[in-house]
């Protein structure tokens, strides 16, 4: 991995510094211009037109732009200027701050304002370790009495709005943060179910945040939040021969209101097909056009597996499509990898390379004789894995996830795999010293890429680091013990760049 990164950060110089001289170049030019049309002899900073001082402060890091702040009124107003804050964050997409890294508009609607905040936001955890900003949210009545109880699916991406399911199938959204008249209730029935007048037994939900637009390559546009992008869900209707399998591809385009902000969203199904009733379907996962969930039933010869399915060619509502079968494998969380892996957690951490090493069928599932596969590597967790989803980062050319464990929190570093270059060994790292128990309660712990809340016995908030981070950096890992609550939430979403904490109570009190 160090050499793979290495390079790349040697090719970013390279195109920084590129840049720099031409600017550079521009700027000589200009005051010698200037030295001959004025008769001036020296001309400092200060001098240098706006527009030019704004395009090379886009080239520091934030923590500089807020230093000039307080050198002149000109290089104030320079720091002010949008195209500052916006190119600090292009440029330290994947290296200074993860992807996906999410706004609370589109890039296209934030204001300066916007833009400096969620930068300041990120980085306040560096120095500060500010407490974090808790917030209770009651559910509406109308949805959680009488015959139509909740399941939470947790938040949508962002942290703001908050997915639930009831026992009729649909699936409702409530926003944490309804921000203008647009949006006339907190709560949108988003994805009507597939199955009307069938109880729902279980259901999952999965997010496509850094691949929403090509099954190939890692797009830019998963930077930003919020953007369009592509889910997955599961509903298991019934028991046994009278049960239900769906598995649906939603994409989800988010509507803003007269200033801009953040509304709500509107969902298009783009595919739905099912599984035998034989089987029963659980946790599943998105990228690009594959799909995978894991699956359990008796003909399995009492040992589960996983299916991977390209969702662009399964013909509508059908069982007959061709499967990719991951077997041997207990994962309650399944990721799926760039380079055709895909990762699953629980006692242990594994990866599989399916592209090149698992069995594929177009046959019923029911009719498999499956072998098992070797996982292409493994590390044992100290206890079983205590989350119900994870969200995958992309930094330094890898893929980052954080994994809670009642033994400690660790990260796992997963090398980017290339056409030409064989992937590099992952690895497996305590992000936070000490054996902290993060157990018991999945629904109500949440982690970011460098911050994470665990809401248990005790409560308590975790900053963290990674390998190529500054010694500064490595300094402010701690953990911050919190007051208890007087009552355990079902709901509960982690902001990381607004340090907010989000707690939906059902009880409406």
């Known amino acids: 991995m160090s050499s793979r990164t290495t390079g790349q950060a040697v090719s970013e110089i390279r195109s920084i510094a590129s840049s720099v001289r031409k600017e550079a170049k521009r700027v000589v030019g200009r005051l010698q211009r200037q030295k001959r049309v004025t008769g001036e002899s020296s001309v400092n900073m200060d001098s240098l037109p706006l527009e030019l001082l704004a395009r090379i402060m886009g080239f520091l890091r934030w923590e500089d732009i807020l230093n000039l702040r307080t050198c002149s009124r000109n290089l104030q107003a320079a720091t002010n200027e949008r195209s500052v804050w916006a190119s600090i964050l292009e440029n330290g997409c994947g290296t200074t701050f993860p992807r996906p890294f999410y706004l609370p508009k589109s890039i296209q609607h934030c204001s300066t304002k916007d833009l400096e905040r969620a930068i300041r936001g990120w980085g306040a955890g560096l120095n500060d370790h500010p407490t974090p900003h808790f917030e209770i ?90 953007k369009e992008f592509n889910l997955i869900i599961t509903r298991c209707y019934g028991h046994d021969l009278d049960r239900v399998n769906s598995i649906e591809v939603w994409h989800l385009e988010p509507l803003h209101g007269s200033e801009g902000e953040l509304a709500r969203f509107s969902a298009t199904r783009l595919a739905v097909f099912r599984e035998e009733p034989v089987v029963e379907i659980g946790n599943c996962a998105i990228l690009g056009k594959y799909v995978a969930y894991t699956m359990d039933g008796d003909h399995l010869d009492s040992f589960s ?54 069995p594929r069928s177009t046959f019923l599932s029911s009719v498999q004789q499956i072998a098992r596969v070797t996982a292409a590597w493994k590390t044992t967790l100290e206890r079983p894995f205590e989350l119900h989803s994870v969200t995958p980062f992309l930094m330094h050319d890898s893929i980052r996830i954080v994994t809670p464990t009642s033994a400690g929190l660790f990260g796992v570093i997963i090398p980017l795999s290339r056409d030409d270059i064989p992937p590099l060994e992952p690895e497996m790292i305590r992000l936070v010293p000490g054996k902290h128990r993060l157990s018991g309660l999945p629904h109500c712990q949440g982690y970011g890429y460098r911050r994470g809340v665990f809401l248990g016995t005790p409560n308590i908030v975790l900053r963290y680091s990674w390998p190529e981070d500054t010694d500064e950096v490595l300094k402010w890992r701690s953990v911050l013990h919190l007051p208890p609550f007087r009552f355990t939430p079902q709901y509960f979403s982690f902001d990381e760049i607004s340090n907010r904490v989000s707690l939906f109570d059902d009880r409406t009190t």
């Open 305 to 358: 597996c996983f299916v991977i399915v390209d969702w662009t060619t399964t013909p509508p509502g059908s069982t007959v499509f061709p499967r990719v079968f991951v077997p041997d494998v207990r994962g309650k969380i399944l990721v799926l990898l760039p380079g055709k892996r895909i990762a699953a957690m629980q006692t242990s951490f594994r990866i599989w390379d399916w592209g090149r090493d698992c």
């Open 137 to 226: 949210f009651p559910l509406s009545e109308a949805y959680v009495q009488g015959n139509n109880p909740l399941s939470p699916l947790g938040p949508l991406p962002g942290g703001r709005f908050f997915l639930y399911a009831t026992w009729e199938g649909d699936i409702w959204c409530h926003d944490s943060n309804p921000t203008s008249s647009d949006s006339e209730s907190p709560t949108q029935l988003l994805f009507p179910t597939p199955v009307p007048e069938s109880r729902l037994y279980e259901a999952h939900v999965a997010f496509d945040v850094l691949m929403p637009r090509s099954d190939s390559t890692l797009g830019e546009d998963s930077l930003i939040f919020p």
